[in-house]
């Protein structure tokens, strides 16, 4: 089996088609690289082709390069390794550009098309932007762009070389540096492809029968060829390269290697000539594949991601795909699982105590689709169908025939414990109940039900529509068919599960709540509340802790501290975190909801500067801490509990420790994860780290022994827990 055929037409039309077995997306590997290499070379040798259209046998073109590859480009060859796989992929993509044309007068060569059916993406643009027009088809679900900086790396199979020669730098960057998506129309509108057709394969072959000498030839390898917008010696060009260097840097504070040598790749190779810069990007993607940063980007986010969407952990259980949920409560929570339910094809019953939540719930749904069919991402037609799904109602008897219910009460035992009673005198006894909760035990929980093993915790994250990921807790007595059924559930709802077990604050909030409360307990020592949030944003945190805590809400982190400190007791860690808090909240400072937090707010609600009330509490010390320290403080506050989740068994798979890390709180996204992160710092170096700070501020930064034990043995996480670790 190949991934690419060919078949010539009586017309002189040789149509290569891309369609690798097995697959429901086309990937590009090294051998089906080498196998349009020898097809384009066929076509190019018989004297009766007169043109070549590149399409594809799937629904879409293309999702990209195989990522396992180019990792594997890494581990086999190294950086020369990288380089050299890089320049075979480039002088290819160069083979079709030029198309047998005579080097000096460019003339002679054959037109090369592409037809896009639909999405194409990666190397799945970059092949179309090496052929002479690209034609695509008018699929408003199609996607094309190149999305690579969002794993940690860019375009780097010329596809960074050609669109900032295609549109100039300026007009370029927000696909490049932003890796933005677009539909054919928009795409066409941006100049990135040529033609939107409805028969896309027809109008190329008709394109390419018809093409001149002239429609062969790049504008970057024409005489006098000028970029637009300016090259970096033009003053305009120089005024573009100087403001997205400061875009680069304000927008990744330096973290992310993979913006900067984009742009750098793209600075010096628009110096010199085409082939040249080709060999500048090959060498700064080298460069980035080579830094750590990449490879955890691309191991957490791609790999390790999609692994755990596909059922990486999900026990042995027939199929669980939801036909229809039950939806305890319509609140914000309730209502946001509404609709993705409803979206991803599900029947909804939304209950509530009052017909008028549960209307309101529904009309959640509403506003959002309403929102959508207003920036042309959705129709009335589809807005009618999905409200179609959603029964708004008090009457528990409508559950009937419900395979999943999803409690999303008031987070109150008493309460959660009476709606599950209801509950499951309705639903059928094979029915799995989840209970919704961010804090609350599932194992306590499960005490109200009648059927412990066929009960479990979903902890979505709010907004629901947006946040990616859906964390799921097993409670002492969860079956298998339990987690089955929520993992099959999520995949339907087009979320990113990970699997834990039960234990205070699951896995999320265990760690996201020692970065908040160190934030603030610095604010009471009287560290700089500007050098706290910007020292957590130098780390690649999307928030600081400050920002954090005003997002979430303060009255919510005092709810949380009272239940924490009476389950607790004397052990309970953070009375100066709740001193700021709880006085914040007498002084209804309740964060962004109020207008008023640790952050000012406009009477828009637009956040301005932290708010100058914190510093007439709180004085700043006159000695300052070094900025190392406070990030230091930060990411291991956060990291440690990790550690402990892993070492207690509440995490099982560090593969979801990380990528749930990164997708429920959006810890460093550069650095993989805090076990990627860990790997690169080094357990030694942690441990190391971690006595200073335990002497400097106490016992919460005490090393774990997992940590102490994998220093002492020079391991990493990834060598000891990895997927291949665990397969040995």
């Not at 100058?612 to 440690?640: I, N, S």
């Not at 550690?643 to 997708?663: F, T």
Request: aromatic share 6%; charged share 25%; net charge negative.
């Amino acid at each position: 089996m190949t991934d690419f055929t060919i078949k010539k037409d009586s017309d002189g039309v040789a149509v290569i088609t891309w369609d690798v077995p097995k697959k429901s997306m086309n990937v590009l590997s090294l051998e089906g690289a080498a196998e349009l290499d020898k097809l384009i070379d066929e076509a190019l040798a018989d004297e009766a082709v007169k043109g070549i259209v590149i399409t594809s046998g799937k629904k879409d073109f293309a999702a990209g390069m195989d990522l396992n590859v180019i990792a594997g480009m890494k581990d086999q060859g190294g950086a020369q390794g990288v380089f050299d796989g890089i320049m075979t992929l480039h002088h290819l993509l160069r083979k079709i550009e030029r198309a047998g044309m005579d080097p000096k007068t460019l003339k002679g060569g054959k037109p090369i098309a592409a037809a896009l059916p639909g999405t194409a993406l990666g190397i799945g643009l970059e092949l179309p932007l090496a052929t002479h027009r690209i034609f695509a088809a008018n699929n408003p679900k199609a996607k094309i762009g190149l999305p690579e900086i969002m794993v940690g790396i860019f375009p780097g199979g010329g596809g960074t070389t050609r669109l900032a020669r295609k549109l100039g730098a300026m007009m370029a960057a927000p696909f490049l540096l932003e890796g933005k998506l677009n539909d054919p129309k928009k795409a066409k509108a941006a100049g990135i492809i040529d033609e939107v057709a409805e028969d896309p394969l027809a109008t190329a072959r008709e394109w390419v029968l018809n093409a001149k000498d002239a429609d062969l030839v790049k504008p970057w390898d024409q005489k006098g060829y000028k970029m637009p917008g300016g090259a970096p010696y033009h003053p305009a060009g120089f005024m573009t390269f100087v403001g997205a260097s400061a875009m680069v840097h304000g927008k990744t504070m330096g973290v992310y290697p993979a913006a900067k040598a984009l742009l750098s790749a793209v600075y010096e190779g628009a110096l010199v000539p085409f082939d040249q810069a080709l060999k500048i990007e090959a060498r700064w993607f080298t460069h980035v594949l080579m830094n750590p940063s990449s490879s955890a980007m691309i191991r957490s986010l791609f790999i390790n991601k999609e692994a755990l969407e596909k059922g990486a952990n999900r026990p042995e259980a027939p199929d669980q795909t939801v036909r229809k949920v039950g939806i305890l409560g319509a609140g914000m929570m309730g209502a946001g699982i509404a609709y993705v339910s409803a979206m991803a094809g599900i029947e909804v019953v939304l209950i509530d105590a009052k017909q008028e939540s549960a209307e309101k719930g529904k009309s959640y749904s509403e506003g959002l689709l309403d929102k959508a069919i207003s920036r042309k991402k959705s129709t009335e037609e589809k807005k009618a169908e999905v409200l179609g799904r959603i029964l708004p109602t008090t009457d528990y008897a409508a559950l009937e025939g419900c395979d999943l219910v999803v409690e999303a009460v008031f987070e109150d035992p008493g309460v959660k414990a009476e709606v599950t009673k209801k509950a499951e005198a309705v639903i059928p006894q094979d029915a799995i109940f989840a209970t919704n909760t961010s804090t609350l035990p599932i194992s306590d929980l499960a005490k109200a039900s009648a059927r412990p093993d066929q009960f479990i915790g979903i902890h979505f994250f709010s907004p629901v529509d947006k946040m990616l990921l859906v964390e799921i807790i097993k409670g002492r007595e969860t079956g298998d068919r339990a987690v089955a059924k929520a993992l099959d559930f999520v995949r339907q709802i087009r979320k990113t599960p990970i699997v834990v077990n039960d234990a205070r604050f699951f896995y999320a909030n265990r760690c996201i709540i020692p970065y908040i409360n160190e934030g603030v307990r610095m604010v009471a020592e009287g560290v700089n509340p500007v050098l706290v949030e910007n020292a957590a944003k130098m780390m690649g945190m999307p928030l600081g802790p400050l920002q954090l805590v005003d997002e979430t809400s303060i009255d919510l982190g005092v709810k949380i501290a009272k239940a924490t400190k009476a389950a607790m007791g004397d052990a309970y860690p953070d009375g100066t975190v709740d001193e700021v808090l709880f006085w914040m909240a007498d002084e209804g400072r309740l964060g962004r909801k109020a207008n008023a937090g640790f952050y000012a707010y406009d009477e828009k609600g637009k956040r301005q500067e932290l708010w100058d009330g914190l510093e007439a509490k709180y004085p700043q010390a006159d000695e300052q801490p070094e900025l190392t320290e406070v990030q230091h403080r930060l990411m291991f506050a956060q990291t440690l509990e990790a550690v402990r989740a892993l070492g207690e068994g509440v995490l099982e798979d560090i593969r979801e420790g990380d990528v749930g890390a990164i997708l429920g709180w959006g810890f460093a996204p550069w650095s993989g994860g805090p076990f990627g992160w860990l790997d690169m710092l080094g357990a030694a170096r942690a441990v190391e780290i971690c006595e200073g700070l335990t002497d400097r501020h106490g016992a919460r930064f005490e090393a774990p022994d997992l940590l102490r034990d994998m220093a002492g043995k020079g391991d990493s996480f990834y060598g000891r827990f990895g997927p291949q670790a665990k397969a040995a």
